[in-house]
């Protein structure tokens, strides 16, 4: 009896020791989400849930700048017709365009330098937080406002572009191209607005335009150009008359020179040759003088 309590107690005493053998070589593990279903035939299974994404990063708050200077009217109209009148032509537009709060939970920040000889750039500011609300242009006739996302192109929340396009001014440039070379367009918008564009040459066989909108010249000749603007509902028309010279001419050499690469094009197509550019004053190629 003595012999085989001895035995149980010899034995009981390896396995607690085996136990804190595995329990002090046991290393950590991470833990890995899981979830548990049950099939139809009563079984368990577990099924390892994938890694979860990181939330993108918050907009960045925009604060009042202006806070921290004392001679706010060098670079701000703060009173007087001008301000009224733009400001509140921004107060009378629905709240879901403009992203105003009501009219006593914001303030505004006028820019006195217009943009393009055409635009108030003005910032509305919350009056507790002086957070921006937002951000606009104002035409100083009236005529057309746009807001301007933090991220995207500018949005017409009043008005036409009547007015704005007869500020678009459309550039060619060089007169004069060389066989072999490339002719570029800009196009001058106020505020750099949005707006679609459609080039066509009427003498292809001088010169044609690219799926990118460059002037490609073809042999020496003349060739007029054609460029359709519209912005904002407004539509106009200007023409150029360009010159193709032989590439090896050399008293045009030196308006021709210079050859720009091939750049990236101007928008999106969207069918009988138009493109939809998102804003800014270049289209075809660079660099812009």
């Known amino acids: 009896m003595k012999s085989w309590h001895a035995g149980m107690v010899s034995a009981l005493f390896c396995f607690m020791s085996v136990t804190a053998f595995a329990a002090d070589t046991t290393v950590e593990a991470t833990p890995i989400a899981a979830t548990s279903s049950t099939d139809t035939m009563g079984q368990t299974k577990t099924k390892i ?30 009173k007087g017709k001008e301000y009224t009148k733009v400001t509140e032509l921004l107060e009378s537009l ?22 393009g000889d055409f635009f108030y750039h003005v910032a509305a500011y919350n009056h507790d937080t002086h957070v921006l ?25 009043y008005g ?26 800009r196009v001058h918008v106020p505020g750099m607005v949005p707006y679609d564009i459609k080039i066509t040459s009427l003498n292809t066989d001088v010169a044609n335009i690219t799926d990118k909108m460059n002037i490609q010249p073809l042999r020496q ?5 054609v460029v359709d603007i519209s912005i904002a509902g407004a539509s106009q028309t200007y023409t150029e008359q360009i010159d193709v010279v032989d590439e090896a001419d050399k008293s045009d050499r030196s308006s021709t020179s210079h050859r720009p690469s091939v750049g990236v094009g101007i928008g999106i197509g969207w069918g009988g040759g138009w493109h939809h550019h998102d804003g800014g004053i270049g289209i075809g190629i660079g660099p812009w003088w």
């Not at 879901?96 to 943009?115: D, I, P, V």
């Not at 104002?138 to 746009?146: F, L, T, Y």
């Open 94 to 115: 629905p709240k879901n365009q403009t992203g105003l709060s009501a009219k006593e939970n914001h303030y505004f920040r006028m820019n006195k330098k217009l943009t």
């Open 160 to 185: 036409n572009g009547e007015s704005l396009i007869k500020k678009t001014k459309v550039v060619f440039y060089p007169k004069k191209i060389a066989v072999g070379s490339y002719g570029i367009i």
């Open 49 to 78: 849930d994938e890694a979860v994404p990181e939330q993108a990063a918050p907009p960045a708050i925009v604060m009042d700048p202006s806070l921290q200077m004392t001679n706010l009217e060098e670079y701000y109209i703060t």
């Open 133 to 157: 609300e937002g951000s606009y242009f104002v035409a100083k006739d009236e005529s057309c406002a746009w807001k301007l996302p933090e991220n995207g192109e500018a949005v017409l929340i």
């Open 221 to 225: 000749g003349t060739a007029d150009i």
